[in-house]
Nanobody, 116 residues
């Protein structure tokens, strides 16, 4: 079993920045692809960014390219999402995801609200 706990969400003005963190326990993150997803009110959960186990392969949704940066620290069992130039449309609950062979694991989410 793996537990994922997100932190770092909050209220920020448009154009501002936030850094989300995801801490894993129960199993090591090393060797597995990690990702961030988000869900805005009334919308389905959508992909934001993923990073493979070594950090050599990173993908972003077009909507966040150039503004968000995903990173990981396998020694600390954490994954982060640096979010810059935030827009009102980035408002959502952000979820950390771990893609393991047996199943996907999800955190409980952290709320990000961007005021315009």
């Amino acid at each position: 079993q793996m537990q994922l706990v997100e932190s770092g969400g909050g209220l920020v003005q448009a154009g501002g920045s936030l850094r989300l963190s995801c801490a894993a326990s129960g199993r090591t993150l090393s060797g597995y692809t990690m990702g961030w997803f988000r869900q805005a009110p009334g919308k389905e959960r959508e992909f934001v960014a993923t990073i493979n186990w070594s950090g050599s392969r990173i993908t972003y949704a077009d909507s966040v390219k150039g503004r968000f940066t995903i990173s990981r620290d396998n020694a600390k069992n954490t994954v982060s999402l640096e979010m810059n130039s935030l827009k009102s449309e980035d408002t959502a609950i952000y979820y950390c995801n771990a893609r393991l062979p047996d199943r996907d694991y999800w955190g409980q989410g952290t709320q990000v609200t961007v005021s315009s």
